[in-house]
C-alpha cells in the first residue's frame, strides 16, 4: 500500500522561509511523477510544482512560486522536499505531497487528477 506523510508546515512571518518533506512509502519501484498541491479553504487543489524522477527530470513551477520554491526529489531516500523562500500571506493553505506514476518529465502541466496518491496535508501559515 502506498503512502505518503509530510512534514514540516508551521507558522511563519513573510519573508520568511519553511521545508517541506514528504517520505513515500510502499512502492514496488519509485514512482515516476511527485508533486506538492496546496488547497486553500473552501477551493479545489492547486499544483504548486511537480518533478520528474526519471528521465531528464525536469521541475515545473506555478507561475505563483516561481523564483521562489524548489522541489527536490531524493530517490534513494524515497523523499520529496519543497523550499520555499520568501513566503507571502497568500501561500496560506495546506500542502499535500502526491505521487503518480505517469511519466511528467518535460510536461509544464499536470491535472490533479492524474496523481492516484497523496498525503494526510501540512498547513503552512504565514503572516504579515
Known amino acids: 500500500q502506498v503512502q505518503l506523510v509530510e512534514s514540516g508546515g508551521g507558522s511563519v512571518q513573510a519573508g520568511g522561509s519553511l521545508r517541506l518533506s514528504c517520505v513515500v512509502s510502499g512502492y514496488t519501484s519509485s514512482p515516476n511523477c511527485m508533486a506538492w498541491f496546496r488547497q486553500y479553504a473552501g477551493k479545489q487543489r492547486e499544483r504548486v510544482a511537480h518533478v520528474a524522477t526519471s528521465g531528464g527530470r525536469s521541475t515545473h513551477y506555478a507561475d505563483s512560486v516561481k523564483g521562489r520554491f524548489t522541489i527536490s526529489r531524493d530517490n534513494a531516500k524515497n523523499m520529496l522536499y519543497l523550499q520555499m523562500n520568501s513566503l507571502k500571506p497568500e501561500d496560506t493553505a495546506m500542502y499535500y505531497c502526491?505521487?503518480?506514476?505517469?511519466?511528467?518529465?518535460?510536461?509544464?502541466?499536470?491535472?490533479?487528477?492524474?496523481?492516484?496518491?497523496w498525503g494526510q496535508g501540512t498547513q503552512v501559515t504565514v503572516s504579515s
Open positions: 502526491a505521487a503518480s506514476r505517469i511519466i511528467c518529465d518535460g510536461v509544464p502541466e499536470i491535472p490533479l487528477s492524474y496523481f492516484p496518491y
